[in-house]
């Protein structure tokens, strides 16, 4: 237990010491929850914006989160052989595995927490949401992004992969269906949305404020989450 | 090869086998592959706890594959390789837990502070040693609040030397340790390396810093195109060469001798 906690610490430590990681993960979510909650930029028919945009946003930050600020911070321990290193100590890959999902556990549960507090403040209206059902597809889709995370991290260098994260992050931000819902998309442009993971969880994540569910969609994004952690595990090289 | 190294190789051996030491690391006949690239062709020895085995050679010689090999980093292509007795690869969890290494470069959070790192690299053993004593050995203390990439060349060394030590080993892989290190930084290493041996721990060290190697050297692997050039004591060699010659003129030596007999 004490490596595995001083491994979280040091994960938490290196994360939060960041600046660019805390505005991902924080600044930018919080920023975009606001910015478009007070303006008329984004077509959300008769719905109130922000029960709109709340669950996108929170998709998006665990995007962030599991995907790209995970992604990168690896992609980047690999090239600096960090991971090459601790591999000769007593830690071991399942230590090292849950100390780095802990950490992204506890980044989200702080982003659940913040960004409920400014919906709530921008007049969100919370008496519809199965929490319950939120915090399952918070976990599954932390499980599909990480995987394409580092999935992405275990093979490409860390310039490239830097690269690719936020490429992808960008994908997924616009055609994803976190601000603009993949219907409202041009016809071909929704049909590939609605099979991206990010749209998917997106809009689970918006039933589930709804306290609705798409069962075919909860299927979908288990599909994908399997697929991509069973490709990261098979693909993942621990050093250049 | 010549005959005079192949006697070399085979007193080394004898003497092997007649020396007190605890053997630390066996390697049998090892092999390491990458693609079309044969990186160690078959070589075998032994290294011993209480000495400080100096592994030498130029670049892509095998130093570091075979370091790896033995640290558990790298999976051998064929031989075998035992280290305190176990294997470094199916039993990684207790070898790790007996060994330091210090990798050529650094391995360290760029952002991760001094005392930090070591801190949680002295966490990670049972047998640890106590942070503030480890920077002092190493002379941070007084960087012990720096960032890792704000350190110099010769701080990052003697961090990355510190957090090899972080668990008391019985065998430390030391892969230049001493490389972009000032006069002051060396002389530490140097007595550390020393009294590292001396409390019984078996020091496998890779350098290019052949007047480095000859002041700590106990016994000598001579590494070239993946091959053992020599395998002896430090004192063999220098009795089978003439106590004048350097390390430096010892290897260039065999490894010309090595050269010529390639080519006839």
């Known amino acids: ?30 920023a975009l929850l606001v910015f478009f909650s007070q303006t008329d930029f984004l077509p959300t028919g008769n719905e109130n914006k922000i029960d709109f945009l709340l669950p ?7 995007i962030s989160t599991a995907m790209v600020s995970l992604g990168i911070a690896t992609g980047f321990e690999r090239s600096y052989g960090v991971l090459r290193r601790l591999g000769t100590t007593p830690l071991g890959t399942r230590r ?41 597809f918070i976990i599954l889709g932390t499980a599909c992004f990480a995987g394409i995370g580092l999935t992405l991290a275990g093979r490409l260098r860390a310039e490239m992969n830097l690269a690719a994260q936020n490429g992808l992050y960008l994908v997924f931000l616009l055609l994803g269906g976190i601000f603009v819902a993949s219907d409202e998309l041009p016809s071909t442009l929704s049909k590939v949305s ?18 609705t569910v798409v069962l075919a969609d909860a299927v979908a994004l288990s599909c994908w989450a399997i697929a991509t952690c069973t490709i990261a595990v098979v693909s993942f090289r621990w050093s250049d | 090869m010549s005959a005079k190294s192949c006697e070399l190789r085979t007193v080394m051996v004898m003497n092997i086998s007649t020396k007190s030491h605890e053997v630390a690391i066996s390697v049998r006949n090892l092999v390491v592959d990458y693609k079309n690239l044969r990186a160690v062709d078959n070589i075998s020895f032994e290294a011993k706890a209480g000495e400080v085995t100096v592994v030498i050679g130029p670049n892509g010689a095998g130093k570091t594959s075979t370091m790896e090999v033995c640290s558990g980093v790298r999976a051998a292509t064929s031989g075998v390789v035992s280290v305190l007795g176990l294997d470094p690869k199916k039993d990684r969890g207790k070898v790790n837990s007996q ?21 949680h690299y002295c966490n990670l053993y049972d047998n640890r040693t106590n942070a503030d004593e480890l920077l002092e050995s190493v002379d941070l203390t007084r960087q012990k609040k720096t960032n ?12 990355s030397l510190a957090l090899a030590l972080a668990a008391k080993p019985r065998i430390a892989f030391l892969d230049e340790p001493t490389s972009g290190v000032d006069i002051f930084g060396r002389d530490l290493i140097r007595n550390i390396v020393r009294q590292l ?6 020091v496998i060290m890779a350098t290019h810093e052949l007047d480095e190697a000859q002041r700590v050297a106990d016994h000598v692997l001579m590494f070239q195109s993946g091959q053992l050039l020599a395998n002896a004591p430090m004192t063999e060699l220098q009795n089978e060469t003439g106590q004048r010659q350097t390390l430096e003129d010892i290897f260039r030596n065999l490894a010309e001798k090595s050269k010529s007999q390639g080519t006839q």
Not at chain 1, 2 to 11: A, G, P, V
Not at chain 1, 201 to 209: A, H, N, P, Q, V
Request: include cysteine.
């Open chain 1, 96 to 136: 090292l595995v849950a100390a780095k999902i802990s950490a992204i556990c506890i980044i989200e549960i702080a982003q659940l927490v913040i960004l409920t507090v400014v919906g709530l403040l921008l007049g969100w209206n919370p008496s519809r949401i199965n929490l319950l059902q939120v915090l399952v």
């Open chain 1, 56 to 62: 996108g946003i929170l998709s998006l930050a665990v």
């Open chain 2, 197 to 202: 041996a001396a409390d019984g721990c078996a």
């Open chain 1, 194 to 211: 609605s099979f991206s993971p990010s749209s998917l969880f997106s809009g689970l994540l918006r039933d589930s404020f709804n306290n």
């Open chain 2, 148 to 159: 890792w990439r704000k350190l110099s060349g010769g701080e990052k060394q003697r961090l």
């Open chain 2, 99 to 119: 060994i330091g290494v210090m990798l050529q470069d650094g391995g360290v959070y760029p952002s991760a502070r001094v005392h930090e790192i070591t801190r």
């Open chain 1, 1 to 30: 237990m004490r490596i595995y906690i001083s491994q979280l610490r040091q994960e938490l430590t290196v994360m939060i010491r960041n600046g660019e990681q805390l505005l991902l993960l924080v600044v930018i979510p919080v």
